[in-house]
Structures are given as C-alpha cells and as structure tokens.
C-alpha cells in the first residue's frame, strides 16, 4: 500500500488536534480560565475527552505564542486564575477547520449513502 501525503501550501492551515478543537471551541463561546476550560471540554465531548491538566497548558501556551487565544483580564484575580479569550485570528482558525470538517463529513455521508442504498 502506498501513502498519499498532501500537499499543503503555507497559506494552508494544518487540521487542529482534537484538545485544540476543543479549546478554541469552549473559548468562541466565553473567556475561560484552565478548570473551566477542562469541565467544559468535557461535558462538550459528552465525557469521551478528558484532558489532562498537562495537555491543557501546553496547548494553551501554544496558543497564546501563535496569538490564537490572549489572556483574560477579570475582576476576580483573588485566586490568581489565568482566564483566556479567543483573539480574531483564533476565531478565523476555528472557521477554517469547521468548513474543512464540513466538506469531509459531506463527502462521507454521500459515499456511505451511495452504499447502503
């Protein structure tokens, strides 16, 4: 069997992992700060994707270097909670993977349809 490798062109985004989906996903709807980001991944995924706090953080720090999400300002800093928000370039992200997302699973039911039919 060979492998197909597709090319991708710099102005061609790479599809996002799962946490990353799922981080910026949670962020489109309000700031968030790391627990409230991981209780809500969570109950977004139905309990399937529990992410580790490691996980998390790591794709958070990624994030803000590519200054997809920024941080927060809120006025409860009493327990040093780190919030975060999405920034446009991150929202433009996420559209990007949907529509991708969208143009995948339509061609997939049309086959799997084509099959059973």
Do not use: C
């Amino acid at each position: 069997m060979r492998q197909v490798v597709s090319k991708q062109d710099a102005s061609t985004p790479k599809p996002l992992t799962e946490p990353v989906f799922l981080i910026l996903t949670s962020l489109a709807e309000q700031p968030r700060h790391g627990y409230a980001l991981l209780q809500d991944i969570q109950h977004m995924s139905h309990g399937r994707v529990v992410l580790s706090t490691g996980t998390l953080y790591g794709a958070l720090r990624r994030l803000l270097e590519d200054g997809w999400i920024e941080r927060f300002d809120q006025e409860d800093t009493s327990r040093e909670k780190q919030a975060y928000t999405l920034t446009s370039a991150g929202r433009q992200q996420l559209r990007t993977e949907l529509e991708r997302m969208r143009q995948l699973t339509k061609v997939a039911a049309a086959r799997l349809r084509m099959n059973e039919a």
